[in-house]
C-alpha cells in the first residue's frame, strides 16, 4: 500500500491526491482521503479504484476541506478480497471521547487476528476485516490522556510491519515499525510538512526531501511544534523489506540515499556477473524487469532491445486479486515486438518468479514470435516462501519455488535455461560490499531466505510452518 499525508498547507486535500497518485504502483484497488478543518470538523471520501478517476475533481476534492489530511492507496494483503470491500478502504477514521483520529497503514500486522478476538470478547465492534483496525480500537480502549500517547500504547501493541500515517485535529503522525521493513519518508512544503511511503511522491507535490523516517520512529508535527521526535518502541535492528529494491518502490524513489533505478540496474549487473549465457538480445519484461535488463546488457555486452512491449493502460497484473484476471492480465498487458525477436537468442530479464504465470506466458508468446532460444534471468533470489508483512504472495503452495528445484521451474517454464540472482549477490548490489551476513541480515529477505525476522503469530497459529 501507499501512505500519504501532508500538514499545514492549504487544500491539503489537492496534495494528498496527487501523492497518492505518485504511489499507485503500490496500490490500485482503492483509495482515500481523510481532512480536517475547524469549520466543518473532519472529512473522508473513500473510493474503489484509481486515484485519477475519483481523486481529481474540483467536486470531489471540495467536499475535503483543511489544512491537514492523510491518504492511503490499498492493496489487500489483508481482509476480503474482491471487488467490493469498500469497508476495507483506508483511512481509518475513529472517534474518541478526546476527539478523532485517522490512520493510513503501510504493512501487515501479523498478530491481528489474535488482537481481534481479544478486542472482540472485551465488546468491540469491528467495521472491516481489516488488521488496521485493531489499531483504532487499541486506541479506544487506551488510558492514555492524548490521542498520540494512545496511538503509541496500541502500536506498542502490534507485531508486525507498520508504516503509517495517522492525523488528530491539529497533529499529523508518521511512525515505522521498530524494524523499519515498510518504507517512509519525510518531505518540507512550503510552510507545512509532507509524510510519504516514498520520495517520488514528494516529487510530484514539489516537497522537499528532509529525510527518511527511521526504523521504530514516531513523529509529530503540528503547527506550532513542527517535527517532534520520539523512540517508543525497544530498540532493534532495522530489516528493510529487500524487495523493495527489486519491485515494490518506483524507481525514481530514493531509498537510503540512492536511487532504486540505479540500485535495480547494479542488480542486473551482479546478475550477469553470476549468471552469463551466450545469447544476441537481453530483453526486459516490462516495466518491472528494465532496469535490471539495462544493467545486465552493459555488465554482458549484449544488445538491448525491447523485445516485449507493455501496454502502459494496464496495472500491475499481479496485484490484480483473483487468479482468473491474473490469467489474463499477461496478455492484456504484454505483446511481443515480433521484428525484434524472430531468429535470435532471448536473454529475458524479470524481476521475480512467484507463481510462473507471467513468465510461462511470455515464453510462449517470445517463442510463437519465433525466438530460437529463451534464456530466463532473474532479478532476485526463487521466492520459496510468503510474505506476511504487507507484499501479496500466495501461499506456499502456489509458490513455483516452494515445490520445484531450478531445474524443475526450468522445465515447467519450458525454457533453454533460467536462472536467478543468489542472495548474496543482491545484498551486494543493494550496497552491502559482504554480502549477507547469516548471523545478521541487515534486510528482511523472508520470501527467499524463510527467516521471518517477526515471529508471524496468526500463521503460526492457522498452522503455517516455518
Ligand atoms: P508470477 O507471474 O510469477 O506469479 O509473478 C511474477 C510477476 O509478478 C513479476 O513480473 C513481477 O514483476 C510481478 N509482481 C507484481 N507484484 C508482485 C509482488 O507483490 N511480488 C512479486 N514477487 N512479484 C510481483
Ligand atoms: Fe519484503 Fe519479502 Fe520480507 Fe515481505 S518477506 S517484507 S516481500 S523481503
Ligand atoms: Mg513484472
Known amino acids: 500500500c501507499g501512505v500519504f499525508g501532508v500538514i499545514g498547507?492549504?487544500?491539503?486535500?489537492?496534495?494528498?491526491?496527487?501523492?497518492?497518485?505518485?504511489?499507485?504502483?503500490?496500490?490500485?484497488?482503492?483509495?482515500?482521503?481523510?481532512?480536517?478543518?475547524?469549520?466543518?470538523?473532519?472529512?473522508?471520501?473513500?473510493?474503489?479504484g484509481y486515484v485519477r478517476d475519483n481523486f481529481t475533481s474540483r467536486e470531489v476534492i471540495d467536499t475535503l476541506p483543511g489544512a491537514i489530511g492523510v491518504g492511503h492507496v490499498r492493496y489487500s494483503t489483508s481482509g476480503d478480497k474482491g471487488p467490493a470491500v469498500i469497508r476495507n478502504v483506508q483511512p481509518f477514521f475513529g472517534e474518541f471521547?478526546?476527539?478523532?483520529?485517522?490512520?493510513?497503514?503501510?504493512?501487515?500486522?501479523?498478530?491481528?487476528?489474535?488482537?481481534?478476538?481479544?478486542?472482540?470478547?472485551?465488546?468491540?465492534?469491528?467495521?472491516?476485516?481489516?488488521?488496521?483496525?485493531?489499531?483504532?480500537?487499541?486506541?479506544?480502549?487506551?488510558?492514555?490522556?492524548?490521542?498520540?500517547?494512545?496511538?503509541?500504547?496500541?502500536?506498542?501493541?502490534?507485531?508486525?510491519?507498520?508504516?503509517?500515517?495517522?492525523?488528530?485535529?491539529?497533529?499529523?503522525?508518521?511512525?515505522?515499525?521498530?524494524?523499519?521493513?515498510?518504507?517512509?519518508?519525510l518531505g518540507k512544503l512550503g510552510a507545512g510538512w509532507v509524510l510519504a511511503s516514498e520520495t517520488c511522491a514528494l516529487d510530484i507535490v514539489g516537497a522537499e526531501f528532509l529525510r527518511e523516517i527511521e526504523p521504530g520512529e514516531m513523529?509529530?508535527?503540528?503547527?506550532?511544534?513542527?517535527?517532534?521526535?520520539?523512540?517508543?518502541?525497544?530498540?532493534?535492528?532495522?530489516?528493510?523489506?529487500i524487495f523493495e529494491h527489486v519491485y515494490f518502490s518506483r524507481p525514481d524513489?530514493?531509498?537510503?540515499?540512492?536511487?532504486?533505478?540505479?540500485?535495480?540496474?547494479?542488480?542486473g549487473r551482479e546478475l550477469a556477473r553470476e549468471t552469463p549465457v551466450?545469447?544476441?538480445?537481453?530483453?526486459?519484461?516490462?516495466?518491472?524487469?528494465?532496469?535490471?535488463?539495462?544493467?545486465?546488457?552493459?555488465?554482458?555486452?549484449?544488445?538491448?532491445?525491447?523485445g516485449i512491449i507493455r501496454n502502459q493502460y494496464v496495472g500491475r497484473t499481479f496485484i490484480e486479486p483473483t487468479d482468473q484476471i491474473r490469467n489474463m492480465g499477461v496478455r492484456l498487458?504484454?505483446?511481443?515486438?515480433?521484428?525484434?525477436?524472430?531468429?535470435?537468442?532471448?536473454?529475458?530479464?524479470?524481476?521475480?518468479?512467484?507463481?510462473?504465470?507471467?513468465?510461462r506466458k511470455i515464453k510462449e508468446m517470445v517463442l510463437d514470435a519465433g525466438a530460437r532460444e529463451v534464456h530466463f534471468r532473474i532479478a532476485s533470489p526463487p521466492t520459496a516462501w510468503p510474505c506476511f508483512y504487507g507484499v501479496d504472495t500466495p501461499n506456499r503452495e502456489k509458490l513455483l519455488a516452494a515445490t520445484m528445484s531450478e531445474e524443475e521451474m526450468r522445465q515447467h517454464l519450458g525454457v533453454d535455461s533460467l536462472r536467478f540472482i543468489s542472495l548474496d549477490g543482491l545484498y551486494r548490489a543493494v550496497g552491502e560490499a559482504k554480502g549477507r551476513d547469516p548471523h545478521a541480515p541487515r534486510f528482511c529477505d523472508a520470501c527467499f531466505s524463510g527467516e521471518y525476522p517477526v515471529a508471524p503469530a496468526d500463521m503460526l497459529e492457522q498452522g503455517f510452518e516455518m
Open 9 to 48: 498547507v492549504a487544500d491539503a486535500a489537492s496534495f494528498v491526491a496527487l501523492g497518492l497518485h505518485a504511489l499507485q504502483h503500490r496500490g490500485q484497488e482503492a483509495g482515500g482521503i481523510v481532512t480536517y478543518n475547524p469549520e466543518g470538523g473532519f472529512h473522508q471520501a473513500r473510493r474503489m
Open 97 to 185: 471521547a478526546i476527539g478523532g483520529a485517522a490512520i493510513a497503514h503501510n504493512g501487515n500486522l501479523t498478530n491481528a487476528v489474535a488482537l481481534r478476538r481479544e478486542l472482540i470478547e472485551r465488546g468491540s465492534i469491528f467495521q472491516s476485516s481489516s488488521d488496521t483496525e485493531c489499531i483504532i480500537h487499541l486506541m479506544a480502549r487506551s488510558m492514555g490522556r492524548t490521542l498520540v500517547d494512545r496511538m503509541e500504547d496500541a502500536l506498542r501493541k502490534v507485531e508486525g510491519a507498520f508504516s503509517i500515517v495517522a492525523m488528530t485535529r491539529t497533529k499529523l503522525v508518521g511512525v515505522r515499525d521498530p524494524l523499519g521493513i515498510r518504507p517512509l519518508v
Open 219 to 241: 513523529v509529530v508535527i503540528s503547527a506550532e511544534a513542527g517535527v517532534e521526535s520520539f523512540f517508543p518502541f525497544r530498540p532493534r535492528k532495522p530489516r528493510f523489506c
Open 253 to 267: 524513489s530514493l531509498i537510503a540515499g540512492r536511487s532504486v533505478y540505479e540500485t535495480r540496474e547494479a542488480i
Open 278 to 306: 551466450e545469447a544476441d538480445l537481453v530483453c526486459p519484461v516490462p516495466d518491472s524487469g528494465t532496469p535490471a535488463a539495462i544493467g545486465y546488457a552493459r555488465e554482458s555486452g549484449i544488445p538491448f532491445g525491447m
Open 333 to 359: 498487458k504484454l505483446n511481443v515486438n515480433r521484428a525484434l525477436i524472430r531468429g535470435k537468442r532471448v536473454i529475458l530479464v524479470d524481476d521475480s518468479v512467484v507463481r510462473g504465470t507471467t513468465s
